[in-house]
Structure formats: structure tokens, C-alpha cells
């Protein structure tokens, strides 16, 4: 009958399952969704004729069902041997589009012992393999090994190409070719094994592959790692593989060189300046760049190729060593000692208890390494940012700037960690972002340093110059002021010319007070100093010698008349309206002045007679500039009186 026919040949035509290398994986999907419709259909087929007077009627409605599963099944299969209903991507590997990704064209079981063979796992028939795909994320840990195979479809081989894992930090990764002989032939990489001993010594694990024009070529790849797993696997060209890495070798220049420089000049800078904040970041750059040579495969490749204990500890030690200098460097760019020593201990002690960790990193068994790590890392993070914040809120200027220049760290670490744990797969910026995080950061910090280190400086000065400088307005006070007149004295004698020292007076401080408050008071002293300075040339020296009075030492030669019109000009200089006042809040000042040495050779001898010379004005004198020597008008009541009594004289 036909659905007999059909039946055996459904039978027949059912692809094997078997778990050998290289069974297409429509094939692995047929058996699954055909069987229902095969057994239904045989069923049919050898089901007996129950009764003959029925069997005219039974039979033809049996036939009909018959075909109509037939049908089901033959368009069942059709569906699933085309592309259209279970496509998976080809491997082709084309040079003008490279990278080549393995995308879902693999299969991968990960071996929960992690002891089985290449031989074993090929023929493993209670392996459950399932399509790979390039943002799976693969839940290895310790004594699991992640187990990949895929078949390179026959490809011209005049091309060497490589099957590339860009990721550095892989603990192991083994690469079984099939030969001609059906034995397995390994290439091993990866931070268990030394760099110098890999197939081709590279920053991350690159295998090369063998082609054949005619044949599929058959392969296992063995992965180790003691974290979630998410690389994208792919395959490369040498040309294009010699492109990309010059591509990559000009960022880490860039990167690197900008690294040095910047631990050049920190440590240069705290050897002259004496600064700790400048040698803690120097330390913290070095230890920032020895961490991205690490992450990067710079390290092994070229500083400890022949380590690979230190190269696979080092991706966990270096960062927690970095973390705990910087956290250093918080403490002393925020002067923390200064400020609040129990928050500066609570630092240092986390610092410390991170050099604890790094040891502890290295001995510790692998299992262990990544939450030991992890268990400390956000820590000296969250305390350095809760230090800058402190500080700012307590008025350190720098601190908001030093918040701005973390923030770029701050963030590519955070993809970065997340690529640790698996949450995110690997990216340009899980790659690269912390590179470009580390370069906006070194210039931003550099010049919060070098403006810190300027205000520092300057504050210094300041200090040291209290008993010489007037702390309100930055003048020299009187003990220097006496000092400079002496030698003016002596200079003018010795070059037979004039100068001229002056006495201004501030007179309308209490007015002020009255009419527009304290506080434009208190400002009146400064904007006084001001116009000095500006009227003042270079060679002279402007003087704050009382609260409200003011001296001037103008270098000759210097004759009365431009001393007739300096003083005028003082007073005009004072008249006129400050910026973001009043208009009448102006400073009235009055000035006396004498000629040196023409009208004296004694400092002291010369300010007294000033000083009675500006205190015997009368108030209400309107006169604003006097000349030593001159005789003073007497008080208008005298004058009164003397107009008075001068008729009742001369009766």
C-alpha cells in the first residue's frame, strides 16, 4: 500500500544522530520534530483489518489519512532541510570582510569535570551541544572547561589565517586540529601557559588554522577560565591581522607614551616641590600603566613572556595595587592630614589593607582570586570619592576638579569590571575604554596639580612674608617701609637727585560707615591700595603703614614741581567712582609729601614731621595735598577769634 511505502521510506530517509564533528545541525533538528508525524504514519500502515464486512468503508478513509500525513511529512521535512527554517551562518572566509566571526556556525558543551579529552569529547554521545552565538555569555568557572567545535568549510589557502580569542586574561585555550591520521593535534595559549611558548607569541591567544581547497577541516577548541567567559571568537587574515595591529600598536603608543610623561614629571615635581600628592601620583600612573599592559597582553608579551604565574596574577594584583595608591593620592591632594586626621588614617589603613590583598591575590588558589578581588575593589573607589566630596563641602577648591578628572577612570572601569563578571560581552570599550578613560584623565589632573601647587606656593609666600607684607592689602608694612625710605635717602645723596616719600590719609572711613554700611568701610582701605598701585611705577613702593594710612616712596630724580602734581593726582586717582558701587563711595584722602634729601636725611625724623604735618590740617580744610615746610593755616575758631579781638587792639 502507499502508505506503507511511504512509512519505510521515512524510515529510511531519517538523518542519523550522532555526535560526531561536523553533523549539520538540520540534521540534529529533523530527528526531533519528524519523529511524531513517522510513528503516526506507521502506525497507519500496520494496523490490521479488524472486520471484512467493514473493510470496503474502513479503508478508503484510512488511505486518505494515510496521505494526508504523508504529505504533512514530506512538507515537514522539506521545511526543515531548507536554509529559510534552520539557517545558521556560514563560515566564509573572506579576506575583503575581516574579522570573520564564528557567529553561530559552532557548537559549544562546557565539561562540568574538566577532565575529558579531545577524544573523548568528540565522541561523547551524552554531550549536549548547542549553537554558539557571539554575545553568549559562558558560565565557566574552576575545573570547568568550555568545549567548542566547528568545521572551516573547504577555502583557497593561499592566505594564512588564524582563529583569534581578544581577550588577553583567558587562563587557557587549546586548539585541536583533526589530521589526515584522525589523531588531534594541540596548540596551546593563554596566561597558564608562557607567552614565549605559544604557537604565535601574541597580547591575546591567536592559533593558526590549516585550509584545504578541497576538504573540511575539522576542529575542538578547549577554553579555561576561572570567571564567566564572553569573547567573540573570529578568524583573521595575516595581512589583515598585520594591519590591525598597527592600528592598535599607534593607540598604546599614544597611550603609554602619555603614561611616562606624565610619571616623568610627577616624580620630578615631588622631588623639587616637595609635594607627597605628586609622588603618590606618579606611583599611581606607573601602576595604572602596568595594569593596561597587563589587561592588554603588553606585559606578557614583552616584560614577563616567560612568567606565567605572575601573568595570570597580575591582572587582579596590579589593579588592586593602583587602587590603593591612588586612594593615597586623594589623602594628600585634599591635605587630609591637615584637615581631618582620622579620615586620613581611615584611607591609609584601606591602602594598606590593599597591599594586604595583592599579597593575598598571589598565594590565594585560583578559585578564590576573583571574589577576593572583587570583595575589595569598590571599597578604596567609594572611599576616595566620599574623601573629594568631603573636602569640597569644606571648601577646597580643587577637590570638584579632581571629581571631574576621576569621572572618565571611574567609568571605563565600570564596563570593565562588568566584562569581569560577566554581565556585559566584550566591546571596544571593554577593550579599549579604559585606555581612553586613562588619557582624559592625565592631562585634567596635571594641571589641577601644577594650579594647586601654584596656590600653594603663593600661600607660602604669603606666610613667610607676614612680617613684611600687610596681610589685607599684599603693600609692604612701615618696618619695610622705613627700610626702603633709609636707602632711598642714601641712594638720592650718593646720585645727587630728589625723591619724594609721602603720607595719604584716608578721611572719610566714619562717613562712609554712616551712609553706605561696614562692609563698604572695610573695602575702603583695599580700593585705596588699588589706585596706589596703579598710580605707583614700577621702581616705587606703596606702604600700609595704619589702618587708614598710607606711605609712598617715589624714586628720583624727582623735582617739586611733577611732586606738586603727583600729589593731585592721588587724590583724583581716589575721587573717582569703584566699579559695583555707589558713585559717592569714593575715598577722600589727603597727602603730605617732602623732598629727599633736600628736606631731610632721617627716615624717622622725616615720617614724624609728615605725620604733625597732616595732623595739624584742620578737618574742614578743603585743602587735600601739603608740602613739608609749608606753615599751616590755623583752626578757623582761632582765626574767628583773632578777626574778633583785632578792633578792641587798636582802640
Known amino acids: 500500500m502507499i502508505f506503507k511505502y511511504f512509512s519505510k521510506w521515512l524510515r529510511k530517509g531519517r538523518p542519523h544522530r550522532s555526535g560526531a564533528i561536523g553533523a549539520a545541525p538540520s540534521q540534529r533538528v529533523f530527528e526531533q520534530d519528524s519523529k511524531p508525524v513517522t510513528k503516526l504514519a506507521t502506525r497507519l500502515a500496520a494496523e490490521p483489518v479488524i472486520n471484512p464486512i467493514i473493510n470496503p468503508v474502513i479503508t478508503p478513509i484510512r488511505s486518505l489519512l494515510a496521505g494526508v500525513l504523508v504529505m504533512l511529512a514530506t512538507a515537514l521535512l522539506a521545511g526543515l532541510a531548507s536554509p529559510q527554517a534552520w539557517s545558521r551562518s556560514v563560515l566564509d572566509l573572506d579576506t575583503r570582510q575581516q574579522p570573520v566571526l564564528l557567529k553561530d556556525w559552532a557548537d559549544y558543551w562546557i565539561d562540568s569535570t574538566g577532565q575529558l579529552t579531545a577524544e573523548q569529547v568528540s565522541t561523547a554521545a551524552s554531550a549536549k551541544w548547542q549553537p554558539t552565538h557571539d554575545d553568549t555569555i559562558y558560565p565557566l568557572s574552576v575545573g570547568h572547561a568550555l568545549w567548542i567545535r566547528f568545521t572551516v568549510p573547504p577555502a583557497p589557502d593561499a592566505e594564512r589565517w588564524y582563529i583569534e580569542i581578544p581577550y588577553s586574561s583567558i587562563n587557557r585555550a587549546s586548539l585541536y586540529t583533526l589530521n589526515g591520521a584522525a589523531q588531534w593535534e594541540e596548540q596551546r595559549a593563554g596566561d597558564l601557559v608562557a607567552v614565549s611558548k605559544w604557537p604565535v607569541p601574541h597580547r591575546h591567544p591567536l592559533m593558526p588554522i590549516a585550509l584545504s581547497a578541497e576538504v573540511p577541516t575539522s576542529y575542538l577548541l578547549r577554553l579555561e577560565n576561572g570567571h564567566k567567559f564572553n569573547a567573540p571568537l573570529q578568524f583573521v587574515s595575516e595581512g589583515y591581522l598585520n594591519h590591525s595591529e598597527q592600528r592598535v600598536s599607534l593607540i598604546l603608543g599614544i597611550f603609554f607614551g602619555l603614561a611616562g610623561l606624565g610619571v616623568v614629571i610627577s616624580a620630578l615635581s615631588a622631588i623639587s616641590l616637595r609635594d607627597p600628592a605628586y609622588g603618590f601620583y606618579a606611583l599611581s600612573v606607573l601602576l595604572t600603566g602596568l595594569t593596561q599592559a597587563t589587561l592588554t597582553g603588553i606585559a606578557g608579551l614583552h616584560l614577563w613572556p616567560n612568567w606565567p604565574w605572575w601573568n595570570d596574577a597580575s591582572t587582579s594584583v596590579l589593579p588592586t595595587l593602583e587602587l590603593a595608591a591612588t586612594l593615597l593620592f586623594v589623602s594628600a591632594a585634599v591635605s587630609l592630614p591637615e584637615r581631618s586626621l582620622r579620615l586620613h588614617r581611615t584611607l591609609s ?303
Open 349 to 651: 589603613v584601606v591602602a594598606f589593607f590593599g597591599l594586604l590583598v595583592a599579597v593575598g591575590l598571589v598565594l590565594v588558589p585560583l578559585e578564590q582570586r576573583m571574589s577576593l578581588f572583587m570583595s575589595y575593589v569598590f571599597l578604596p573607589q567609594l572611599l576616595g570619592i566620599y574623601a573629594l566630596v568631603w573636602a569640597w563641602r569644606r571648601g577646597d577648591r580643587f577637590a570638584p576638579w579632581l571629581i571631574v578628572g576621576f569621572l572618565p577612570i571611574i567609568a571605563s572601569a565600570a564596563f570593565l569590571l562588568a566584562r569581569n563578571a560577566g554581565l556585559v560581552p566584550i566591546s571596544f570599550l571593554t577593550q579599549h575604554g579604559t585606555q581612553i578613560g586613562v588619557a582624559m584623565e592625565l592631562p585634567i589632573i596635571m594641571v589641577i596639580l601644577m594650579l594647586r601647587s601654584q596656590h600653594r606656593r603663593e600661600n607660602i609666600r604669603r606666610i613667610q612674608g607676614l612680617d613684611r607684607v600687610d596681610p589685607s592689602t599684599g603693600l609692604i608694612n612701615g618696618h619695610v617701609f622705613v627700610e626702603r625710605l633709609m636707602r632711598m635717602i642714601a641712594r638720592s645723596e650718593r646720585l645727587k637727585h630728589q625723591s619724594a616719600v609721602m603720607l595719604i590719609d584716608i578721611m572719610n572711613t566714619d562717613q562712609t560707615q554712616r551712609d553706605f554700611g561696614r562692609k563698604a568701610a572695610d573695602e575702603l582701605p583695599l580700593r585705596v591700595a588699588e589706585r596706589l598701585l596703579s598710580t605707583a611705577r614700577e621702581i616705587d613702593s606703596a606702604a600700609r603703614l595704619a589702618e587708614r594710612r598710607f606711605g609712598m616712596l617715589v624714586e628720583g630724580p624727582f623735582s617739586s614741581e611733577d611732586a606738586a602734581t603727583l600729589g593731585p593726582r592721588i587724590v583724583a586717582r581716589c575721587l573717582m567712582p569703584y566699579k559695583g558701587v555707589h558713585i559717592d563711595c569714593v575715598a577722600q584722602v589727603r597727602v603730605a609729601y617732602a623732598l629727599v634729601p633736600y628736606q631731610g636725611s632721617n627716615a624717622q625724623g622725616l615720617l614724624s614731621s609728615l605725620d604733625e604735618r597732616l595732623a595739624s590740617a584742620p578737618p574742614e580744610d578743603k585743602k587735600a595735598v601739603y608740602m613739608l615746610g609749608e606753615v599751616a593755616p590755623p583752626p578757623r575758631h582761632v582765626r574767628a577769634r583773632r578777626v574778633k579781638t583785632r578792633p578792641a587792639d587798636h582802640g
